[in-house]
């Protein structure tokens, strides 16, 4: 029996509902969290904070030979990376400073958007329906009330719990980001995901009562990895990542090394590289395909080489450019299996949650 398989690839503006920065304003935010004094921050973390700031600086007296914007975070990462190539102690005190840095303006800005009522997203559906709808959600999250907003939306109908047969289908999330949007709205509806992790890891996740979930492949890391004693661990926040010294962040710099020193990482390109080549349909969600971004167009070509069954292939975002897409892709793969969606992300699921679900291909139970 063949899986109908949706992969979704989640970029930055797919966090932006949750009011977290995008890559160019990343660096502008973590600033304004350490000037200002209602921040609170830990005396430890803002030494971090101090130390990207005055390397920064530093960077700046390029200024007037070469053009470079140093309000760019992954810029940032990788003159890290090659400004102390030679002094390792260094580079690595900077990297981790850059890592904790990131973890602690994802903590502060993040806000989660509000919840509206159900019932009024579900007009386009049918009375039994609609009821029907309101009565699984408020299954799946008693604390919400009836109450919903786009990630609970996304966690509903990526976990499955919607369908007639969901062993006939399966949701894969391919995410750039590091921060915790989408566990959180998956820990409200009982689930954990699976982050794909085998090798040398330890799960020190709580997951009584929990099921487990859809498969979050986090090609970058994630806010609540670390290393430490050489294995990976895994925690339920990020608090656990920051409150430990002795943990490396698993912050996986967009440099030009990548960050394939870890096994872990090498892992979950690889099982991103199978997922992506048996995708039924692809929904590529806030990312906005960087010309930069070579290690994406490597995957995308090789998954794509051996996909003989991909359906359709979708971008949806509000700030994509013709220019980005016919950059990646063939006039023909563009006219036959290619569609732009110009609108945010929480836009279209909020809109019409009946086009939505018809888009995925999910919510069997209630289309």
Same mark, same amino acid.
């Given at each position: 029996?063949?899986?109908?398989?949706?992969?979704?690839?989640?970029?930055?503006?797919?966090?932006?509902?949750?009011?977290?920065?995008?890559?160019?304003? &990343?660096?502008?935010?973590?600033?304004?969290?350490?000037?200002?004094?209602?921040?609170?921050?830990?005396?430890?973390?803002?030494? !971090? &904070?101090?130390?990207?700031?005055? @390397?920064?600086?530093?960077?700046?007296?390029?200024? !007037?030979?070469?053009?470079?914007?140093?309000?760019?975070?992954?810029?940032?990462?990788?003159?890290?990376?090659?400004?102390?190539?030679?002094?390792?102690?260094?580079? %690595?005190?900077?990297?981790?400073?850059? %890592?904790?840095?990131?973890? %602690?303006?994802?903590?502060?800005?993040?806000?989660? =958007?509000?919840?509206?009522?159900?019932?009024?997203?579900?007009?386009? @559906?049918?009375?039994?329906?609609?009821?029907?709808?309101?009565?699984?959600?408020?299954? $799946?999250?008693?604390?919400?009330?009836?109450?919903?907003?786009?990630?609970?939306?996304?966690?509903?109908?990526?976990?499955?719990?919607?369908?007639?047969?969901?062993?006939?289908?399966?949701?894969?999330?391919?995410? @750039?980001?590091?921060?915790?949007?989408?566990?959180?709205?998956? %820990?409200?509806?009982?689930?954990? =995901?699976?982050?794909?992790?085998?090798?040398?890891?330890? !799960?020190?996740?709580?997951?009584?009562?929990?099921?487990?979930?859809?498969?979050?492949?986090?090609?970058?890391?994630?806010?609540?990895?670390?290393?430490?004693?050489?294995?990976?661990?895994?925690?339920?926040?990020?608090?656990?990542?920051?409150?430990?010294?002795?943990?490396?962040?698993?912050?996986?710099?967009?440099?030009?090394?990548?960050?394939?020193? $870890?096994?872990?990482?090498?892992?979950?390109?690889?099982?991103?590289?199978?997922?992506?080549?048996?995708?039924?349909?692809?929904?590529?969600?806030?990312?906005?395909?960087?010309?930069?971004?070579?290690? @994406?167009?490597?995957?995308?070509?090789?998954?794509?080489?051996?996909?003989?069954? $991909?359906?359709?292939?979708?971008?949806?975002?509000?700030?994509?450019?013709?220019?980005?897409?016919?950059? $990646?892709? !063939?006039?023909?793969?563009?006219?036959?299996? &290619?569609?732009?969606?110009?609108?945010? &992300?929480?836009?279209?699921?909020?809109?019409?949650?009946?086009?939505?679900?018809?888009?995925?291909?999910?919510?069997?139970?209630?289309?």
């Amino acid at each position: 029996m063949r899986i109908d398989k949706n992969v979704y690839i989640l970029g930055a503006g797919f966090s932006k509902a949750a009011k977290l920065p995008l890559i160019n304003e &990343f660096f502008q935010t973590s600033r304004e969290i350490y000037d200002n004094p209602d921040s609170k921050l830990e005396e430890y973390i803002e030494k !971090d &904070f101090k130390k990207v700031l005055d @390397f920064r600086e530093e960077m700046s007296k390029s200024r !007037d030979k070469v053009k470079m914007d140093l309000d760019n975070i992954e810029h940032l990462f990788s003159l890290a990376d090659i400004a102390n190539i030679e002094n390792e102690k260094t580079r %690595k005190e900077l990297e981790v400073a850059i %890592k904790r840095m990131i973890i %602690k303006t994802l903590q502060h800005s993040q806000v989660f =958007p509000s919840r509206c009522s159900i019932s009024v997203l579900l007009n386009s @559906f049918s009375y039994e329906k609609k009821q029907a709808h309101i009565a699984k959600v408020e299954e $799946l999250n008693k604390d919400a009330k009836g109450l919903t907003n786009c990630y609970d939306l996304f966690a509903m109908m990526t976990s499955g719990k919607f369908e007639e047969h969901p062993e006939q289908k399966e949701d894969i999330i391919i995410s @750039f980001n590091y921060d915790l949007v989408m566990e959180k709205y998956y %820990k409200d509806i009982g689930i954990y =995901p699976d982050y794909t992790i085998e090798s040398n890891s330890k !799960d020190e996740r709580h997951k009584e009562g929990l099921e487990k979930g859809p498969k979050i492949l986090k090609l970058h890391g994630s806010s609540n990895w670390g290393m430490m004693d050489g294995k990976l661990h895994i925690f339920d926040s990020s608090e656990a990542i920051l409150e430990n010294k002795d943990i490396n962040p698993v912050i996986i710099p967009p440099t030009w090394k990548k960050g394939f020193l $870890l096994s872990c990482i090498e892992e979950i390109w690889g099982s991103a590289l199978k997922h992506l080549s048996e995708a039924s349909r692809i929904y590529i969600i806030g990312y906005s395909l960087p010309q930069t971004d070579l290690f @994406f167009k490597y995957l995308i070509t090789a998954a794509l080489a051996r996909n003989d069954r $991909l359906y359709k292939l979708w971008i949806i975002n509000p700030n994509i450019t013709p220019e980005s897409y016919n950059r $990646l892709f !063939d006039t023909i793969f563009i006219e036959r299996k &290619f569609q732009n969606i110009s609108v945010s &992300f929480k836009e279209m699921i909020l809109r019409d949650i009946s086009n939505t679900s018809k888009l995925f291909n999910r919510f069997d139970k209630l289309s």
